[in-house]
Each structure stands twice: as C-alpha cells, then as structure tokens.
C-alpha cells in the first residue's frame, strides 16, 4: 500500500501565496517522477509542473515565474510553492507519484487532493 498526503491548501487573497507538501508512505522502494495537477469542475484534469528523481522540472505556460516545484528525496516529499496567486488559479489541487514498490513493481498513485481558493 502506498498514500500520498497532501496538505497546505486553503484561502488566499489574489497576489498571495501558497506553499503546497504531499508526503508519501507505504511500501516503497522507490520513487521516479512526482508531479501537481489541477481540476475545476467541469474540466479536465491539468498538468502544473512535474520533477523527476534528479530534480528536472516541467512546468504548464499559466504558471512559468509564479510556481516552483521541489522535492526532497529523503522525506518522500514533493512541494508546490504558489506565488503571485490569481483567481483562475482556483482548483482541487492533486499531487502524483511514479513509484516502484517493495513488490517491484511500478504504478502511480494519486493523493486525495487539497482545495486552493484565490478570492478577494
């Protein structure tokens, strides 16, 4: 069994920010990429910024010079630092994992997701 515990959303004024942490457990032997997403309602599911194992990163244009995605490899730990926060940056914000279990083998798991609300 593997979780992923995301933790750090919540109401933020527009122009403000964020700082998002989803922590892995279970059994794990490894973890490849990591990754955020995004979903509003009616829409599909989007891609934020990704990391792999040695720290490249990927990021979607809308959010280039405003979020940054880091990871500590020790702690299982993936961040989403939010700044420069705007409104259409509202969402369930989910984080994801490609891990290598104790088993050997290689799925991805999802966390249960945080809401982030920019609002005024």
């Known amino acids: 069994q593997v979780q992923l515990v995301e933790s750090g959303g919540g109401l933020v004024q527009p122009g403000g920010s964020l700082r998002l942490s989803c922590a892995a457990s279970g059994s794990i032997f490894s973890i490849y990429d990591m990754g955020w997403y995004r979903q509003v309602p009616g829409k599909q599911r989007e891609l934020v910024a990704a990391?792999?194992?040695?720290?490249?990163?990927n990021y979607a244009d809308f959010v280039k010079g405003r979020f940054t995605i880091s990871r500590d490899n020790a702690k299982m730990t993936v961040y989403l630092r939010m700044n420069s926060l705007k409104p259409e940056d509202t969402a369930v914000y989910y984080c994801?994992?490609?891990?290598?279990?104790?088993?050997?083998?290689?799925?991805?798991?999802w966390g249960q997701g945080t809401q982030v609300t920019v609002s005024s």
């Open positions: 990391i792999t194992r040695d720290g490249s990163t």
């Open positions: 994801n994992a490609d891990v290598l279990t104790i088993r050997t083998i290689e799925e991805t798991y």
